[in-house]
């Protein structure tokens, strides 16, 4: 795989056109986490998922780590898929918390990969790494944007700096 400006952009315009499926997938996954924590979680809307997208690819050194990872993912297949099965996994792992960000959301993102991977099945034609790679998005986005409860206030836990 090489990896130019052109390449990284064209990975960029792909989940793009990607959006309307991840955005359902989001939403989809907000339903089901907010009824498991029984609280309500906003969904997220198209414009919302591209200015998402607009603002990972913004930051160059993040843009390159992400197209790199969607370009495998989107790419990868296994004769059979099962013994594909851990590098698609760790691929989509890192994908979703490097999309949703710094602690505890990358966290977050990881762990919503594994809940959102086993909702998430590609279709007979389709490459191995293209379910996890929807998987991931679906995650790592989802945690970035806003729209859960407990991130719409600040932190109970901040400590004000001591003033000396």
């Keep these: 795989m090489e990896l130019t400006p052109t390449r990284v952009e064209s990975e960029r315009d792909w989940l793009y056109e ?3 499926r991840i955005v359902s997938l989001i939403n989809q996954i907000r339903d089901q986490l907010g009824d498991h924590f029984e609280t309500e979680v906003a ?3 198209g414009d919302e998922y591209r200015k998402a997208v607009d603002e990972v690819f913004a930051d ?3 843009a390159v780590n992400v197209a790199a990872m969607v370009g495998l993912l989107r790419n990868l ?3 059979g898929d099962y013994p594909g099965f851990v590098v698609d996994e760790l691929l989509g792992r890192e994908l979703a918390a490097t999309i949703a960000g710094t602690q505890p959301l990358r ?3 990881e762990a919503t990969f594994h809940y ?3 909702h998430v099945h590609g279709t007979a034609d389709e490459a191995a790494g293209i379910d996890d790679l929807d998987a991931a998005l679906a995650a790592g986005f989802q945690e970035r944007l806003p729209g859960w409860p407990w991130t719409e206030t600040a932190s109970p836990f901040a400590v004000e ?3 000396q």
């Design 60 to 62: 160059g050194d993040l």
């Design 107 to 109: 966290t977050l993102g």
């Design 77 to 79: 297949d296994v004769d």
């Design 116 to 118: 959102a991977d086993i």
């Design 161 to 163: 700096p001591d003033e």
């Design 18 to 20: 990607r959006g309307p």
């Design 43 to 45: 969904h997220v809307t």
